[in-house]
């Protein structure tokens, strides 16, 4: 049996319209679609919380063990496009 883990992705909205969110809600779920799996170890769920006063971060809430370096070598790897895409959006509500 896989390991469980599982992922909020805290995403900042402020200045967003109710549309906005939507769409970049829906743009975040369509990355990490693909990233269900993390090798057959782990099985990842991921949940999305727009949020307001607070930087767009990524925390994992199970386990908490992540000082485990195998886990947290292969939880940043599956995460570097997130970031990618997080710096896309910065950039293109800068640009609004």
Not at 5 to 29: A, T
Request: net charge negative; charged share 30%.
């Amino acid at each position: 049996m896989k390991d469980l883990i599982i992922l909020v992705f805290y995403l900042n909205v402020d200045g967003m319209s109710p549309q906005r969110v939507l769409e970049q809600v829906s743009d975040l779920k369509q990355v990490l679609a693909g990233k269900g799996t993390l090798d057959d170890k782990f099985n990842m769920k991921h949940y999305i919380m727009p949020v307001r006063n607070q930087p767009t971060k990524v925390e994992c809430i199970y386990p908490v063990l992540l000082d485990q370096k195998e886990l947290v070598d292969k939880a940043i790897k599956s995460l570097e496009s997130i970031e990618a895409l997080a710096d896309l959006w910065s950039n293109r509500e800068s640009k609004f």
